[in-house]
């Protein structure tokens, strides 16, 4: 007879995850602060430049390295407490038999299974188990899949989860499936005479349920450029994975650009994030071009009127939020692809040209638009360009 208690503190693994996410992230960004170049002294007072300006110099380096010595004491801090549990509840026995007969059949040992109901009220389950034999190739996406059918409830798995499972107990976790499903499809140019763009982008979810989508343009052309909206790209990834509230994440980048060897390190930042149970969609943008949301042949323009990440102390933040349907698109694109259409009227015409097509593939409309705009600007690639389409539809 299985225990019946109606919570149970089972699951470190769960707490310890997140705060190791969260410690990770911020030792990434102690790095960010403690590389940055010191101030050449000898070059300077060489140069005659002013002493006032070389302690200065000095009081920014020591500031970098007091602000990176406490991010990795946080971060330690973090790994230490890593020990929180989640508490489940057990499910019932005849549950319990029918999942562990199915994983039987695909050579799994299961040990426990546990249900609990999230904040958005929405079912999720973790099950102990582990391989019977070796070498065996499952993944949790299969065992979501048998799960699924044995509970009559669509269940997706966790992307904290391992890929396969070995012959050692572990936890895997899952999730009610999303309303939604989605896809997306990306177009690039690079501007002529440059090797690399110095737009760059991401796409990812955090957790099932949310996929997000962030585009950086650096400012110019070329490796510089490319190097800073790289930076804002990976480091937003890792603090949206890891669970930081968006207005954190972009504080503590834009003081990494504040504070960078070098004036003028300025980038845009244009962030969506999609909640595929719910369809609402989030848009926070700075500095970036517009975003588009299409439905059916009506077309929504969604703009920011701020500057750049990289200037000031307060990044200007603007946030604007949607509910999207079975069928829309949300269409993002970097300032180069506004740009290379003609006489300044930009924003206008691409709302038309989204408008009036009839592709239904993200990809396939994503190389439609970027052509266009080429054709529109004689051939030329003025600026990097990149447009990313999602399209979302009713699971």
């Keep these: 007879m299985r225990e019946k208690e109606t919570f149970i503190n089972i699951l470190p693994e ?19 602060f403690s590389g940055l170049d010191k ?24 500031n970098k390295i007091l602000m990176a010595n406490h991010l990795t004491e946080i971060a330690g801090i973090m790994s230490h407490v890593a020990e929180e549990a989640r508490r489940f509840s057990p499910v019932n ?3 319990y ?7 039987k059949g695909i050579n799994l040992q299961l040990k426990d299974v546990y249900t609990m109901e999230n904040e958005s009220g929405f079912t999720e389950m973790s099950l102990q188990i582990r391989s019977t034999k070796p070498n065996e190739s499952i993944t949790a996406e299969e065992i979501g899949d048998v799960i699924s059918v044995v509970l009559n409830k669509k269940l997706t798995a966790s992307v904290n989860n391992p890929f396969f499972i070995d012959l050692e107990w572990k936890t895997f976790y899952f999730v009610e499936a999303p309303r939604f499903h989605v896809l997306n499809g990306v177009a690039l140019a690079v501007k002529e005479n440059e090797k690399i763009s110095g737009d760059n982008y991401a796409i990812f979810e955090t957790e099932p349920g949310t996929h997000s989508m962030i585009i950086s343009d650096g400012m110019g052309s070329g490796e510089k450029a490319s190097n800073d909206s790289q930076m804002i790209v990976e480091l937003m990834q890792k603090f949206m994975e890891a669970g930081y509230k968006k207005e954190m994440a972009i504080q503590m980048i834009n003081t990494v650009l504040l504070a960078g060897p070098e004036a003028g390190n300025m980038s845009t930042l244009d962030f969506c994030s999609v909640d595929l149970y719910t369809g609402f969609c989030e848009l926070l943008k700075i500095g970036s071009a517009p975003t588009y949301i299409k439905r059916e042949h009506l ?38 692809v506004l740009d290379a259409l003609s006489q300044g009227i930009g924003e206008d015409m691409m709302s038309e040209l989204i408008s009036g097509t009839e592709l239904k593939n993200p990809k396939e409309i994503a190389n439609a638009m970027l052509k266009f705009c080429i054709r529109q600007s004689k051939g030329k690639v003025r600026d990097d360009m990149t447009i990313v389409v999602l399209g979302i539809w009713q699971s």
């Design 97 to 103: 038999k029918q999942v562990a007969q199915a994983l």
């Design 299 to 336: 077309v929504e323009r969604i703009s920011a009127g701020n500057l750049p990440l990289g200037i000031f102390n307060q990044p200007d933040m603007e946030i604007n939020k949607r509910r999207l349907q079975d069928g829309d698109y949300l269409i993002m694109l970097s300032d180069g």
């Design 14 to 32: 769960y707490g310890r995850r997140r705060l190791l996410m969260f410690a990770d992230s911020i030792r990434e960004l102690a790095t960010s």
């Design 39 to 62: 101030p050449q002294e000898n070059a300077a007072e060489e140069n005659n430049e002013d002493r006032s300006d070389i302690l200065w110099q000095r009081r920014m380096q020591e």
């Design 93 to 95: 026995e005849k549950s």
